[in-house]
């Protein structure tokens, strides 16, 4: 029996628009790209682009911008419905700024082809988003039940905390998406690490997105360090390296893979390492 799904992973290098049919028209081509497989993932914050059009004096303003990019929600919440119909999809739109009270959540919105899904905030924050930024967590995991498996989302910084990847892999997801946003190598490392420990020790699928690039007209998104890709744990069921596809670093595009979801059962059941059984046994211990 097999559970083949294929994933495609974004590295996304942000654009300026002088109109939203102009991001309209690059959403459409990057869908189309992908529309060979069964669900896209876009990055961490890479919804920053539509500052762009508040112009350049809002696109510039740390606060004016998270606002200019809140107000398109509703429009672009129905650009990726209507996409996620057309090609029979499901898509991770990249995150955004969300508005439910004084300061704004970091939040990844998931749709399919029924509609919009749900959504998940980021739960825990970097300095610059704490300090300088004032986004704010929103603390809560959610496991969304879909056609192409259980899935959970883990927002960039959240990648790098183990018990939050392990309260989604008690709830059953096998496949955790992050979208990523970072501005140094270090930075992508350090997502990058924590996403294949999280695919290890909960033997599931990680699928990472970052942004890529530079963006000189927003001081958030300046710069961009990273490379997409799927990884899957090394235990014996998956690839020795541990990773199923990877992009360039710093190369815009997709990473696409196929990936058999019963493997993640067979991981956890029969793999030559089961790290997802036996953590209890590390909660178990204590210093002595």
Request: charged content about 25%; hydrophobic content about 45%.
């Given at each position: 029996?097999?559970?083949?799904?294929?994933?495609?992973?974004?590295?996304?290098?942000?654009?300026?628009?002088?109109?939203?049919?102009?991001?309209?028209?690059?959403?459409?081509?990057?869908?189309?790209?992908?529309?060979?497989?069964?669900?896209?993932?876009?990055?961490?914050?890479?919804?920053?682009?539509?500052?762009?059009?508040?112009?350049?004096?809002?696109?510039?303003?740390?606060?004016?911008?998270?606002?200019?990019?809140?107000?398109?929600?509703e429009a672009r919440d129905a650009l990726h419905a209507e996409?996620?119909?057309?090609?029979?999809?499901?898509?991770?739109?990249?995150s955004a700024p969300h508005f439910d009270a004084a300061r704004?959540?970091?939040?990844?919105?998931?749709?399919?082809?029924?509609?919009?899904?749900?959504?998940?905030?980021?739960?825990?924050?970097?300095?610059?988003?704490?300090?300088?930024?004032?986004?704010?967590?929103?603390?809560?995991?959610?496991?969304?039940?879909?056609?192409?498996?259980?899935?959970?989302?883990?927002?960039?910084?959240?990648?790098?905390?183990?018990?939050?990847?392990?309260?989604?892999?008690?709830?059953?997801?096998?496949?955790?998406?992050?979208?990523?946003?970072?501005?140094?190598?270090?930075?992508?490392?350090?997502?990058?690490?924590?996403?294949?420990?999280?695919?290890?020790?909960?033997?599931?699928?990680?699928?990472?997105?970052?942004?890529?690039?530079?963006?000189?007209?927003?001081?958030?998104?300046?710069?961009?360090?990273?490379?997409?890709?799927?990884?899957?744990?090394?235990?014996?069921?998956?690839?020795?390296?541990?990773?199923?596809?990877?992009?360039?670093?710093?190369?815009?595009?997709?990473?696409?893979?196929?990936?058999?979801?019963?493997?993640?059962?067979?991981?956890?059941?029969?793999?030559?390492?089961?790290?997802?059984?036996?953590?209890?046994?590390?909660?178990?211990?204590?210093?002595?």
């Open positions: 029996m097999t559970r083949e799904i294929k994933i495609a992973a974004a590295a996304y290098k942000f654009d300026w628009f002088d109109d939203f049919d102009a991001y309209r028209a690059k959403l459409t081509r990057w869908v189309e790209k992908a529309a060979d497989c069964d669900l896209l993932v876009f990055p961490e914050y890479g919804a920053m682009e539509l500052a762009s059009l508040g112009g350049k004096q809002v696109a510039g303003d740390l606060e004016a911008s998270l606002h200019e990019v809140a107000r398109h929600a996409l996620a119909a057309a090609h029979g999809i499901h898509i991770l739109a990249a704004p959540v970091n939040r990844a919105v998931l749709f399919g082809p029924e509609g919009r899904i749900g959504h998940q905030d980021k739960q825990i924050m970097t300095r610059f988003e704490r300090e300088e930024w004032f986004v704010q967590a929103a603390p809560g995991l959610r496991v969304f039940d879909t056609p192409v498996g259980k899935l959970g989302v883990l927002i960039c910084y959240d990648s790098e905390f183990p018990l939050l990847g392990r309260q989604l892999a008690e709830a059953g997801v096998e496949i955790i998406l992050v979208p990523s946003c970072t501005d140094t190598v270090a930075g992508f490392n350090r997502v990058r690490i924590g996403s294949m420990a999280r695919a290890l020790e909960s033997q599931c699928i990680v699928v990472q997105s970052p942004t890529v690039g530079l963006c000189d007209w927003n001081p958030a998104i300046d710069e961009n360090r990273g490379r997409a890709a799927i990884y899957a744990p090394s235990d014996g069921v998956w690839p020795e390296s541990g990773i199923l596809a990877e992009g360039e670093m710093d190369q815009c595009g997709w990473v696409k893979a196929k990936v058999d979801l019963e493997k993640v059962r067979e991981s956890r059941e029969d793999g030559r390492v089961l790290p997802f059984a036996h953590w209890p046994e590390s909660a178990a211990s204590a210093v002595i």
